[in-house]
């Protein structure tokens, strides 16, 4: 068997634990360390039925991103950076980052309202300003009638 050579900059690779056995590759990520907690913030899954990210959402509450990823058919770390970012899961979520998302789904829900009360306050405005254009229209119809001579009178006035 040949022996591996390595170079200062590339050194031979050991995949061999000091106990002989293989070393377990840790894939990890920046945003999502192995050992980052997953916290669930709906409860049932936010996919399309019948999609392959529906199919991969297996997570359950307290387990780690290294469990969910090691699951067979479970997340890829980019379907855990898609969840996270559309608030399905939270990842070592702390009191402070909870209260965060708590006021962030406030505002969201107080701007919605805010919305759709201006939508209705638009339509009782428009509905107000049709009616008082009906309303003119009506008086000056009243008007118009009321300048106009009865039949029979205006005969009468030059005899």
């Known amino acids: 068997m040949a022996e591996e050579k390595g170079t200062r900059s590339n050194p031979p690779k050991d995949n061999k ?9 840790q894939r990890g990520s920046p945003l999502f360390p192995s050992e980052g907690v997953i916290t669930l913030r709906v409860d049932t899954n936010p996919k399309r039925k019948g999609s392959k990210s529906y199919d991969r959402f297996k997570y359950r509450n307290g387990m780690t991103v290294a469990q969910a990823i090691a699951q067979e058919g479970g997340p890829t770390y980019a379907d ?9 899961i ?3 979520e ?11 789904q406030k505002a969201k829900s107080e701007k919605k309202a ?12 428009a509905a107000a ?3 008082a254009a009906a309303a003119d229209k009506k008086a000056k119809a ?9 039949e029979g009178e205006g005969s009468r006035a030059s005899a």
């Open 80 to 88: 855990l950076k898609w969840d996270s970012e559309h608030g399905f």
């Open 114 to 125: 805010a919305k759709e009360a201006a939508k209705a306050e638009k339509a009782k405005l």
């Open 90 to 92: 939270a990842v070592n």
């Open 17 to 25: 634990a000091e106990d002989g056995e293989k070393k377990m590759k």
């Open 129 to 131: 300003k049709k009616e």
């Open 94 to 104: 702390t009191p402070e980052m909870k209260a965060a998302y708590e006021a962030e």
């Open 142 to 150: 009243d008007a118009a009638a009321a300048k106009k001579p009865k």
